[in-house]
Nanobody, 120 residues
């Protein structure tokens, strides 16, 4: 029922910046939390940043001070501002929304991912 679509990825030089966006569509009754994850070939998907409905934000240690997560619940948008990028940040970035559907069932929705490549 809920679909997510990421955008904003691309190729950037080391030290550069990118702003990722996530747009949600479909029906749900409430949002539990939202977040960004990333994955490289051969490795597990890892958490980058999360934000709860109460405003609690958590970042992976590797991105603290460089990445900023923000969103607009009313407009169904989630953002990730990435500054000071390095080749270690190269990955496919996925948007995640944990929502409660109209039937009170919890759904973990994922986007298709957007590729970020950082050149050295």
């Amino acid at each position: 029922q809920v679909q997510l679509q990421e955008s904003g990825g691309g190729l950037v030089q080391a030290g550069g910046s990118l702003r990722l966006s996530c747009a949600a569509s479909g029906s749900y009754s409430s949002i539990n939390n939202m977040g960004w994850y990333r994955q490289v070939p051969g490795k597990q998907r890892e958490l980058v940043a999360t934000i709860t409905t109460t405003g609690n934000i958590e970042y992976a240690d590797s991105v603290k001070g460089r990445f900023t997560i923000s969103g607009d619940y009313a407009k169904r948008r989630l953002y990730l501002q990435m500054n000071g990028l390095s080749p270690e940040d190269s990955a496919t970035y996925y948007c995640n929304w944990n929502v409660v559907l109209l039937g009170s069932r919890t759904l973990d929705a994922w986007g298709q991912g957007t590729l970020v490549l950082v050149s050295s």
